[in-house]
């Protein structure tokens, strides 16, 4: 008996080769219908017996195609048709097609081996890409998603991409950014002063490298700077020209062999190397890695990743089992360098060498950073090859909204109903071409997306260059505002990500403002994404010298030991009496000493006391190096004393004084650096078993999210969560969101949510 049914498919299913894949299996099951995208998803009407109309379905759920991720598969009956053939159908409305954009895919092993296959007429070209694979968000220009709206527009498709293009049954078909050598654009390699040399350009970088010079190598969202990472030589040069004196280089390889000689791959981490995202993945370094000790100064880890464009799998075809530093081409600081002039404006004095190509980025993309956190893999950065996947809020937004996110790390989200499209890491605000980046993408995303925000939700702070873009936006526009506290839109991240109604909410960070005007940090909630208790709390000391106190932990580490009442004398003896006087006096008058409550500056000022870790590099820098000081202790370690007492608004204050005095009588018994700074991340674990047993006993509530800045340690996410496990307690850590400041708007946005649902009265889900 024939019947037709109407299937909807809802997931990421537009723009991935859903349709061809469909029109595939329908034709192969001889079915006939059509598929057409909609704004929800995908929409299938099949007719044909009750078996094949089954297996379609199965298809669909278990072998969807490879960037595919299908949500829900719903399937109801229509009346019969009777059409002759199986077809794809062009949307009716041009607007649904605004959801189709994805995110940039690292090269799929069938454009590899046609990379590799001198039979092939795609031989050794290094643009290649295919429905599976590619550029997406870097390359597109307005929607809905075609090639004239991508920077592929300049180069008309030959006839035999066309051909491909235009075949539902090619892997090429409707791939936008398609091309091949006789009708795509090229690949150069230029010197330092814009000048076309002669020869294969891939020959010609791989010599430089050889040579011990820097490359700069256009990619997919930015250009890279790569040299020899085993020569100390040319690694150490790369850091003298760039100015950047700390921050580790990521390191590519052309396959997992490569890279376990450099650090431990376990299971999870080998997932995220492999996954189509191809991220950075920070791992633990080895002993012996043969990388030059510029590569990652002081770090127990190292950023690896493996080819994802097909000029990466060109240059490692050669390279062998070699390793290359590919690192974001910027100054300190600067936001990565996208386009050709301006590349070769700022690189001239970096580069030996440029290998280019003539696709030009519409949207400039840093590589993503992932790293695995108490078993699991989660994005420290967020960007390419996640965003702009939308993500969903697990709650509904009445309005069409705009989260503008934090100041550091920052990234902004857009939400309309359920969806949150959160954008790549933009950096931090301060640098101003970083906030002109900013704002570009929010107009580029809106219009990408086409949602036009009616309400805008800001951060608490008023000095934040996100606030300020909001509230002057809303000022000029009249849209309703929303300020969120910084701590609450952590947590209120981690209770969206994991669908809990309630939690306990630790958000350990560095900085963020507080609902009383001081610098919170080490705070610890209760409750749901609209209400939130402050339960708990590090004890206030002052920060001397407000933002001085992130750049120099030393003035952290004697406003802890003031407020314990100790003095250090190697302290004074490194930064001398004067300094120690000027501060002190600071620390009494209280001007500019605001009170904090920061976990991180309390891990700042431990760093300092065990290491001598007087100047930061960079924010975070000395807590990343009590972390692998403490990765290298040999065992487990107990944790110091803390006191517990009560504020005056009923919170509980968590008294570090105890541990101060622990911390210096173990540095002048000569105890080990390594257990020093292992049981100091024990008792942070503790302190927040402590506080999470406490509140479950009071409410009976067992899931604890761990979010804020200080859970990207993996020593203190690990310890910490096994302590929770121990208690009988959940603990939940970020997987869609960095637990950084970079998950702050997506955490705006799931506020705004709550809010929205408060005032219908809903449950959130
Ligand atoms: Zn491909
Ligand atoms: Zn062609
Ligand atoms: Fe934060």
């Not at 290094?126 to 929607?143: E, I, Q, S, Y």
């Not at 795509?184 to 040399?197: C, K, M, N, Q, V």
């Not at 650090?263 to 012996?288: D, F, H, N, T, Y």
């Not at 890695?289 to 464009?309: C, D, E, F, I, Q």
Request: some cysteine; proline content about 6%.
């Amino acid at each position: 008996m024939i019947e037709r049914r109407a299937i909807v498919v809802t997931g990421v299913v537009q723009g991935v080769g859903f349709r061809p894949f469909v029109f595939a299996n329908a034709t192969r099951l001889g079915l006939v219908g059509f598929v057409r995208n909609q704004p929800s998803g995908v929409v299938i009407e099949v007719e044909g017996g009750a078996p094949a109309l089954d297996e379609l379905v199965r298809q669909i759920r278990v072998a969807p195609p490879p960037l595919a991720r299908v949500e829900t598969v719903s399937a109801a009956p229509v009346p019969l048709r009777g059409e002759a053939l199986f077809s794809i159908a062009t949307s009716e409305d041009a607007a649904s097609e605004s959801f189709v954009i994805g995110a940039d895919t690292a090269t799929c092993a069938d454009c590899v081996r046609e990379l590799l296959d001198p039979a092939d007429r795609r031989y050794r070209y290094p643009l290649l890409n295919c429905t599976n694979c590619g550029p997406r968000l870097t390359l597109v220009t307005g929607a809905p998603y075609d090639r004239e709206r991508t920077t592929m527009a300049a180069y008309p498709l030959c006839a035999a991409c066309k051909a491909e293009y235009d075949d539902p049954r090619d892997r090429r078909f409707h791939a936008q950014p398609v091309a091949c050598p006789a009708c795509g654009p090229r690949l150069r390699a230029l010197d330092a002063s814009g000048g076309e040399i002669d020869g294969d350009p891939i020959d010609r970088a791989l010599q430089a490298i050889e040579r011990g010079e820097i490359v700069a190598v256009k990619g997919i969202g930015g250009y890279h700077l790569a040299c020899d990472a085993e020569s100390e030589r040319a690694v150490a040069e790369l850091r003298r020209r760039k100015r950047r004196d700390a921050k580790p280089f990521a390191v590519m390889g052309r396959d997992l062999e490569a890279l376990a000689r450099l650090g431990v791959i376990g299971e999870a981490e080998e997932r995220a190397l492999l996954s189509s995202q191809r991220p950075v993945v920070l791992v633990a370094r080895r002993e012996a890695a043969p990388v030059a000790a510029s590569v990652a100064p002081g770090m127990s880890t190292l950023g690896l990743m493996l080819p994802y464009t097909p000029v990466h799998h060109l240059l490692f075809a050669s390279l062998g089992q070699r390793i290359l530093v590919m690192t974001s081409a910027n100054l300190t600081d600067e936001p990565i360098a996208f386009d050709d002039d301006d590349a070769r404006a700022r690189l001239g004095k970096i580069a030996d060498l440029f290998l280019v190509h003539e696709r030009r980025i519409a949207t400039a993309c840093d590589d993503s950073v992932v790293r695995v956190l108490d078993g699991r893999p989660t994005p420290l950065r967020r960007a390419r090859g996640y965003a702009p996947e939308p993500i969903d809020l697990g709650g509904e937004l009445a309005l069409p909204t705009l989260a503008v996110g934090g100041h550091l790390k920052s990234t902004f989200a857009l939400g309309a109903s359920r969806r949150a499209w959160v954008s790549h890491h933009l950096g931090d605000l301060d640098d101003y071409a970083a906030y002109e980046a900013y704002v570009a993408a929010i107009l580029h995303y809106q219009d990408l997306f086409r949602v036009s925000p009616a309400r805008l939700v800001h951060d608490l702070h008023p000095d934040y260059a996100s606030t300020r873009y909001a509230l002057e936006r809303a000022a000029r526009s009249g849209l309703e505002t929303l300020a969120v506290q910084h701590h609450h839109a952590h947590v209120a991240a981690a209770l969206a990500e994991h669908r809990l109604a309630r939690a306990i909410g630790v958000a350990f960070d560095g900085t963020g403002f507080g609902t009383d005007g001081a610098i919170w940090g080490g705070e610890i909630f209760v409750g749901d994404r609209l209400h939130l208790r402050r339960a708990a709390h590090l004890a206030y000391v002052r920060a001397p010298g407000g933002d001085a106190a992130i750049r120099e932990p030393w003035r952290m580490a004697l406003a802890h030991l003031t407020h314990a009442g100790e003095v250090s004398a190697p302290l004074a003896a490194r930064v001398g009496a004067r300094a120690i006087e000027t501060v002190r006096l600071v620390l009494e008058r209280g001007i500019n000493a605001p009170f904090t409550s920061s976990m991180g500056r309390l891990f700042d000022a431990v760093a300092c006391l065990v290491l001598g870790h007087d100047r930061a590099a960079f924010e975070g820098e000395a807590a990343m190096r009590l972390e692998a000081l403490a990765a290298a202790a040999p065992r487990e370690a107990r944790a110091y004393p803390f006191d517990v007492t009560v504020d005056a608004a009923g919170a509980m204050l968590l008294d570090p004084r105890p541990l101060l005095h622990a911390v210096v009588r173990d540095l002048g018994a000569r105890r080990a650096p390594e257990v020093v700074a292992k049981r100091f991340h024990a008792t942070v674990a503790e302190m927040v078993a402590h506080v999470a047993k406490e509140l479950r006993t009071a409410t009976g509530i067992a899931d604890v999210v761990l979010t804020g800045g200080c859970f990207v340690n993996a020593v203190l996410t690990s310890l910490t969560a096994s302590r929770l496990r121990e208690a009988g307690l959940t603990p939940r850590v970020s997987r869609l969101v960095p637990p950084n400041d970079g998950g702050i708007s997506f955490g705006q946005l799931a506020v705004a949510a709550a809010h929205d649902a408060a005032h219908r009265n809903v449950e959130v889900a």
